[in-house]
């Protein structure tokens, strides 16, 4: 069973920045992969980047050069740092962790950008 709680959501302009913390409840290195997903309203999960163990990352097309994924292992920590956020980037982001054939989801933390 692994924890996931995510932290730094928040209201900010459009052109600010934010960056989300997802802490785990045991060590990162160990986990397949982790990723942040959205879900704006009405709209169906997507993913927004991830990271796995080796260090590889991918992000969506829709926020390419404008958030990173990072980890830190010795936080047992992945972060998303959003820079020129846009309004569309309204939603609630999600932590994901998988560990071999399973998938585990924090409560998610609510980013909102103004115009």
């Known amino acids: 069973q692994v924890q996931l709680v995510e932290s730094g959501g928040g209201l900010v302009q459009a052109g600010g920045s934010l960056r989300l913390s997802c802490a785990a409840s045991q060590s990162i290195s160990r986990l397949n992969a982790m990723g942040w997903y959205r879900q704006a309203p009405g709209k169906q999960r997507e993913l927004v980047a991830i990271?796995?163990?080796?260090?590889?990352?991918n992000v969506a097309d829709s926020v390419k050069g404008r958030f990173t994924i990072s980890g830190d292992n010795a936080k047992n920590t992945v972060y998303l740092q959003m820079d020129s956020l846009k309004p569309e980037d309204t939603a609630v982001y999600y932590c994901?962790?998988?560990?071999?054939?399973?998938?585990?989801w924090g409560k998610g933390t609510l980013v909102t950008v103004s115009s």
């Open positions: 990271i796995t163990t080796g260090g590889i990352t």
């Open positions: 994901n962790a998988q560990l071999f054939l399973r998938y585990y």
